[in-house]
């Protein structure tokens, strides 16, 4: 019995995708930056994430791997291994940490940002005060401390308890 060839008049069936070679490359090199990203995350981020055991165990192997080509190949295991897991579920975790991340730092450099000004003048703590409500005498003494180091060029680390009260000073 002869199988029947189908011809080019013919149509596929509607369920059946037909996939580039191109578009699997770009979804393997996507599923391995994905895969990068998770190896430089902190553990406590990773078990926040829904990963399956294999693909927890092959990120903690690379961490310990040394050699360059010895991580380049075992990257491209872990990609292989975020084929089985929700990958868009875990780029999207990964993009809030990240926003979070960057909210983060941006509160870092304004806290840094009143803390050099407060240093600078009295003008600038009369502004910080109008504009949070703080311990007055304390914000004063600190400020005080971190001039007088700043003057007599000493490191005392006035100056970074100043910047651990205005962290929790300034609301984030």
Known sequence: MARKRPNETEEFEDDIELISKSELKREATRLQNIGKELIEQKQSILDQLELTPDLMTAIQEHKRLKQREAKRRHLQYIGKLMREVDADTIEQALEKQRAGSDQQI????????????????????TLFINEYDTDIQQLRQLVRNARKDQKEQKNRGHSKKLFQWLKDAIPF
Request: proline share 0%; net charge negative.
């Open 106 to 125: 941006k509160h870092l450099h304004s806290v840094e940002r009143w803390r050099d000004r407060l240093i600078e003048s009295d003008d600038n703590l």
